[in-house]
């Protein structure tokens, strides 16, 4: 028999032994490094989950994790901290982390909005050796590098990205794809030229040609797309339509059978309103053809019901500058300024298509016109109800539209001016003339033709403000910095200056414009401010103004060019932009020749888009352009009453009006894009 004694004894010596063994069994054995499958896979993880596993990794698995941990940071918007972690990063790197490394390079860029590098880094990407998750990421940088402008390489991206994605993600794509396509211009369209394997893009493009043909009669719409499905049953829209498209096919259309006009028919502003009634009219009865003299006016109401004399002989003609805000913005006095006679101005050639088929005509249409001069909005709009009219195009004035955002009216309604704070009501789209549609026009024209520090030569007065605030703010809102603003004043002032030598520097003072700016982060108790885009910090910089937003009259920039002349000489590389305002088809061949290089903005019935439309909108106002621009808006609410559902139902709907292409956003605020036009050896032709 053993004794006890020894067995405890030998017992004792074992076990440190054993405890020994136990330990340096766990020095030797590593946790199975799980930083390469996260970075193979989506990387679906926090920031902090990353920075913890980076923290706690001493080999090569600590780079990994700090790669991952840049894209979660990213991902949640927290920009600093991650160009920060990126700056550390070690110099020796194996192949796989030197390709997440590279594609990283352009997410930071586009997260610092500085496209422009963001490009130059995708460029030296060879996608084909990314994994699949890392060339969704590629497809997304390049995509977000593009801003939205509409090009073949941002076609391809969509394309390329879609069969990797699922879900949202995936309508996403379609979305976008289609928004590319419905964003390029005719010439755009027509200069595309596309490989013979890539089936996808060349179904993309046929479906859009189906919505060009067929998007204002929605059963040969919903026919034209079910003949597409079936010859491209394997493209990804055929399976996922676009969301326009999918709204259209389940769209309910708006009965235009009876028509409630609402327009001031006496007193200052009436001069506006039957002008506006003499282009609604033509649009129902003749399209955009010319009017035959003996169309039948519409029926018109006073606040007793009795009819009410239309013709063109009792316009009256408005004398209070402050009637009418919008849609002509301007003073009244400039509205109806009569030009001398001159021949019928020269049709620049022809840029979008014609708008003739914007909404055909519909002379059975019943058009009712209220006069809001006589009784209270709600009263009109029950009385309107009450005659049974399915929609109500109006009212004019400004303050009658602030009311609507308290009526109870059941009815479509097409305001025909934009109040100063937008109510979304689902039976409300706000159609204005405002200098302010020009100014966001201008600010998206300037921006993409590639400048990015503009000056804004605005008249001393409300007008003038109202211009400078709304293109700063849509200038920040397409990734723009400071803007800078100069006032003129008087004609007066300004021959003054010219007879003194003065001239007109380029500089300015900034605008003071809020917009949505990237939101600081808090890490560890510490916030830290976002950082200022490049643009942000350039953009106001003195003298180095690239581009100068003009608004003013004919008269006025026939001085104000000269006088930019004087003193920045022949050197100066500022491209000159003006509104509309300083077109007035009076410009004689001096002109056109002082003018030389001047980029302005245009309806397209006044850019020669509908020449027949043009010579019956100035023969029907003696040749005013302020007036004609009013007609055409009387055209165009005509298309818009006609596709109101679409409209306000349909994301990113169009119609080529006489007044721009238009389309709502989600308010249903009706936005023009115009037409540019430039002065050119004496010759007016399309802005290149």
């Not at 090569?60 to 920060?84: C, F, M, N, P, R």
Request: hydrophobic letters at 40%; charged letters at 15%; glycine letters at 6%.
């Amino acid at each position: 028999m053993v004794p006890s004694k020894f067995i405890r004894s030998k017992a004792g010596r074992c076990l440190p032994v054993m405890l020994a063994a136990l330990i340096f069994a766990g020095c030797t054995t590593k946790a199975p490094d799980q930083s390469a499958a996260h970075i193979q896979g989506e990387a679906t993880a926090d920031s902090a989950y990353y920075l913890q596993q980076m923290q706690q990794s001493s080999d090569d698995s600590k780079t990994t994790w700090q790669l991952l941990a840049i894209h979660a940071l990213l991902k949640e918007g927290k920009i600093k901290q991650a160009v920060d972690l990126y700056n550390q990063l070690p110099k020796e790197m194996n192949e796989e982390q030197r390709r997440e490394q590279s594609l990283l390079v352009p997410e930071i860029k586009n997260a610092q909005k500085d496209y422009a590098a963001a490009s130059t880094a995708l460029a030296k990407i060879n996608s084909a050796e990314l994994n699949k998750n890392q060339q969704t990421r590629y497809y997304q940088a390049v995509i977000d590098a593009s801003q939205n402008r509409p090009s073949l390489e941002l076609l391809r991206a969509y394309i390329a990205q879609e069969p990797m994605l699922t879900g949202p993600a995936h309508q996403k794509n379609i979305d976008g794809t289609w928004q590319t396509l419905s964003q390029m211009t005719p010439e755009q369209m027509n200069s595309l030229v596309i490989n013979a394997d890539e089936n996808t893009l060349q179904g993309w493009l046929d479906l859009q040609r189906v919505w060009n043909d067929n998007r204002n009669d929605p059963e040969m719409l919903k026919a034209g797309i079910k003949d597409w499905q079936t010859r491209y049953p394997q493209n990804p829209g055929a399976k996922t339509l676009p969301t326009q498209l999918s709204n259209m096919q389940n769209y309910k259309p708006a009965s235009t059978e009876k028509i409630a006009l609402l327009l001031p028919l006496n007193g200052q502003a009436a001069v506006f309103g039957r002008t506006i009634q003499q282009g609604f009219e033509a649009a129902k009865n003749m399209g955009s053809a010319p009017v035959a003299q003996t169309t039948a006016p519409a029926q018109v109401a006073d606040a007793n019901g009795q009819p009410v004399d239309t013709t063109q002989a009792a316009l009256p003609k408005p004398a209070d500058p402050n009637m009418v805000a919008s849609p002509a913005a301007a003073s009244v006095d400039d509205l109806t300024q009569q030009p001398a006679a001159t021949p019928a101005p020269q049709a620049a050639p022809q840029t979008q298509p014609a708008a003739a088929a914007a909404a055909p005509a519909n002379p059975s249409a019943e058009v009712k016109v209220y006069d809001t001069t006589t009784q209270p909005l709600a009263q009109i709009l029950a009385q309107a109800q009450q005659d049974g009219a399915t929609i109500v195009v109006g009212p004019l004035l400004k303050n009658n539209v602030d009311q609507l955002a308290t009526t109870t009216s059941p009815l479509n309604i097409l305001a025909l001016n934009q109040p100063e704070n937008v109510q979304n009501r689902a039976n409300i789209c706000y159609f204005a003339l405002s200098p302010e549609d020009e100014a966001r026009d201008a600010a998206d024209h300037i921006w993409q033709q590639g400048h990015r520090a503009p000056l804004l030569l605005v008249p001393r007065s409300a007008l003038g403000d109202r211009v400078t605030k709304a293109f700063a703010d849509e200038w920040l809102k397409l990734g723009g910095g400071t803007v800078l603003q100069q006032k003129f004043g008087s004609t007066a002032e300004l021959k003054q200056g010219i007879n003194s030598g003065s001239g007109i520097a380029l500089s300015g003072t900034p605008v003071n414009a809020v917009a949505a700016q990237p939101e600081a982060v808090t890490i560890g108790g510490l916030t830290i401010p976002a950082p200022p885009t490049e643009a942000q910090i350039t953009g106001g910089a003195s003298g180095s103004v690239d581009a100068a937003y003009i608004v003013a009259t004919s008269d006025e920039v026939a001085l104000i060019k000269p006088m930019i002349a004087m003193r920045t000489g022949s050197r100066s590389s500022a491209q000159l932009y003006a509104s509309s305002r300083s077109s007035q088809g009076v410009s004689g061949p001096d002109f056109r020749l002082e003018m030389e290089g001047l980029q302005f903005s245009e309806i397209p019935m006044l850019a020669g888009n509908n020449p027949s439309l043009m010579q019956q909108a100035l023969g029907s106002v003696n040749n005013d352009y302020s007036l004609a621009r009013l007609y055409a808006m009387g055209v165009d609410a005509w298309s818009l009453a006609n596709h109101f559902s679409q409209i306000r139902q349909v994301p990113g709907y169009q119609v080529n009006g006489n007044t721009g292409t238009l389309s709502a956003n989600q308010d249903c605020v009706i936005n023009r894009k115009l037409n540019w036009l430039q002065f050119s050896q004496g010759q007016i032709v399309p802005a290149s």
